[in-house]
């Protein structure tokens, strides 16, 4: 009787345990359910929460102060041109929702997109906390930090350097400002690859729209490229502002449209650049609009050129003008006509019907002249970058980005409405730590007889605009994989 009570009570505690063991698992498992659906939304947002724009911070710079540019500010015909130079050329563009079968099948199709991407690039789709396609990483906000392997090439080795540009032919000093690349503050951005690039590119078309800081960035493209490959020239035209390249082991190529108002243009005078233009601001300019459905990728900007003198017309009719003689047009500002181009620049790509690429903005890029105006002696001769917290765009700078970035807020937001997707290359404050980078007084041989004052406007190549091919690499991973 002893041994059966004693083996009766344990299997009643035995019991009791187990039914305390399922207990603690039903109130554990109710705790999930209830407190996963309260916080999930929280969790999302932190995770997937949209990286802002960085705020102003201090600026070192001694700029002027105003708002209102004169004829004689820093900027102002910043562009730099040769007397011996050719005026047509720039210085120095109801929804049925799917089957289910249907919808498996789509899905089928991006996650092989998605693979045959990472196998061309070699990403893994993550980033591992740096590139291959992490869009929850800000590349915009960071700081430039040492690289002792740079430069990927050099001005002996690359053929595609204008000469205003080849910093080194003439005689630049210092090699520093070689040694260094972008660091985003949470992650790593790759150094360009240029077989991974071209791989990612198999069966591409990448289009530069904009003005010479445009064909800038596509120059160090092709110096970068040009490590492993060159490419045919097979452009239909002789002039130099509308070029195309072949890459023919790739079937890609690149091209580049002159545009530097972006929107349809004239002149007062066929002979004199310093003259007045015309901009019809409401008109498409269609010698890219009319180029760029068949692209895959556009790189588009625009920037210096708007602070040249300048007449506005709107359905033909004068609307203003910039730094123009005439006291009986309503002067106005620069802002004025760049928010009009970019507003009719957006319009022209969101009107294309067959468009099935990508535009990505390349937002606006500071110039740097320090120390006077860009005609009085001013000058760029910093040998390193900023930190983040040593400048800052003031006054006009500040001014046009702002303006530009709401255009591109409305155009995008159309372009979401028509399927075309426009994205934005934000390079503003990254370029604005970079005043060494320019080609000051190095464009040219020193007792060369040219008109031309410092150059703080273009960027010597190799130099810091080799960064933005980095950038424009990463982007594109994001976008293929996301797409």
């Known amino acids: 009787m002893k041994v059966h009570a004693i083996n009766e009570g344990k299997i009643q505690l035995s019991t009791r345990r187990k039914t305390s063991s399922k207990i603690a698992h039903l109130v554990a498992l109710a705790l999930i359910v209830t407190i996963i659906p309260i916080y999930y939304p929280y969790i999302h947002y932190i995770l997937d929460k949209p990286t802002a724009i960085p705020p102003p911070i201090d600026n070192l710079l001694n700029v002027q102060t105003t708002t209102t540019l004169s004829r004689h500010h820093p900027i102002y015909r910043s562009h730099i041109i040769p007397t011996t130079q050719k005026a047509d050329d720039d210085p120095k563009l109801v929804v049925v929702p799917p089957e289910k079968k249907e919808h498996r099948k789509r899905g089928r199709r991006k996650r092989g997109r998605r693979e045959a991407v990472l196998k061309r690039t070699g990403g893994d789709g993550d980033g591992g906390g740096g590139g291959g396609g992490n869009k929850s990483c800000d590349l915009f906000s960071g700081e430039w930090v040492e690289n002792p392997e740079g430069p990927y090439y050099t001005n002996t080795t690359c053929w595609a350097i204008q000469e205003h540009q080849n910093c080194m032919k003439f005689g630049r000093p210092d090699q520093d400002f070689l040694k260094w690349r972008w660091k985003p503050n949470d992650c790593e951005l790759p150094v360009l690859d240029p077989v991974q690039f071209l791989e990612m590119m198999r069966g591409k078309s990448l289009a530069f729209v904009g003005d010479s800081v445009a064909r800038n960035h596509m120059q160090s493209l092709l110096c970068l490229l040009s490590r492993v490959a060159y ?10 502002n509308f070029r195309r390249w072949e890459y023919p082991d790739y079937n890609f190529n690149i091209s580049i449209f002159w545009s530097p108002y972006l929107v349809n243009t004239d002149r007062t005078d066929r002979n004199d650049i310093t003259k007045p233009f015309k901009l019809y601001l409401d008109e498409f300019d269609e010698s890219w609009t009319s180029e760029i ?7 588009i900007s625009a920037g210096q050129w708007f602070f040249r003198p300048t007449m506005f017309y709107s359905n033909r009719f004068i609307i203003g003008c910039l730094y123009c003689p005439e006291s009986s047009i309503r002067h106005r500002p620069s802002t004025f006509s760049y928010r009009r181009a970019w507003r009719t620049a957006f319009r022209a790509i969101n009107s294309l019907k067959n468009f099935k690429g990508i535009v990505f903005l390349r937002s606006f890029v500071p110039s740097h002249f320090e120390g006077g105006h860009w005609d009085k002696g001013g000058d760029c001769v910093r040998t390193k ?30 372009g979401r409405k028509n399927g075309i997707k426009i994205t934005i290359m934000d390079m503003t404050q990254v370029m604005q730590l970079r005043p060494d980078g ?15 004052a410092n150059d703080c406007v273009h960027w010597c190549l190799p130099g810091p605009i080799d960064a933005w091919n980095d950038f424009l690499m990463e982007l594109i991973k994001r976008e293929e994989i996301g797409r």
């Open 438 to 452: 320019h080609p000051s007084k190095y464009g040219h041989w020193p007792l060369q007889n040219v008109t031309m």
């Open 293 to 299: 459905e068949q692209f895959d990728y556009v790189i």
């Open 231 to 240: 490419p045919n020239d097979v452009s239909t035209s002789s002039d130099q």
């Open 385 to 414: 970058p900023f930190k983040s917290n040593e400048s800052v765009m003031e006054d006009y700078s500040l001014e046009m980005y702002k303006t530009q970035l709401q255009e591109y807020k409305i155009g995008e937001r159309e």
